[in-house]
């Protein structure tokens, strides 16, 4: 099972950017689809994006498509999530995800992270 570490959270203004980052242990990373989520105060966790293992495919909610761009850089072992734009709505506890394929992370991810915190202020 991988080891997944969340970073780069932070407090920003509306309208700001983040760079969130996952660095993940383990040799396996490469053939892992990974996956960021979030959850905010009182809602349940949410589905951002997701990308294949060789980084060529990228999936995202509506509410971040043309604002938060997925990508990973395998020989890293880190995924990043770019979020700009950003607004109060954007709150929450942002989770990194690792499964065998995108859709077991955007269902079932095999690891989680601990989580980093965003706090957008407007």
């Known amino acids: 099972q991988v080891q997944l570490v969340e970073s780069g959270g932070g407090l920003v203004q509306a309208g700001g950017s983040l760079r969130l980052s996952c660095a993940a242990s383990?040799?396996?990373?490469?053939?892992?689809?990974m996956g960021w989520f979030r959850q905010a105060p009182g809602k349940e966790r949410e589905f951002v994006a997701a990308?294949?293992?060789?980084?060529?495919?990228?999936y995202y909610t509506d509410s971040a498509k043309g604002r938060f761009t997925i990508y990973r850089v395998n020989a890293k072992n880190t995924v990043y999530l770019q979020m700009n734009s950003l607004k109060s709505e954007d709150t929450a506890v942002y989770y990194c995800?690792?499964?065998?394929?995108?859709?077991?992370?955007?269902?079932?991810?095999?690891?989680w992270g601990q989580g980093t915190q965003v706090t957008v202020s407007s």
């Open positions: 990308i294949t293992w060789t980084g060529g495919m990228s």
């Open positions: 995800a690792a499964g065998p394929s995108v859709a077991v992370v955007r269902t079932t991810p095999a690891s």
């Open positions: 383990g040799r396996t990373f490469s053939s892992l689809a």
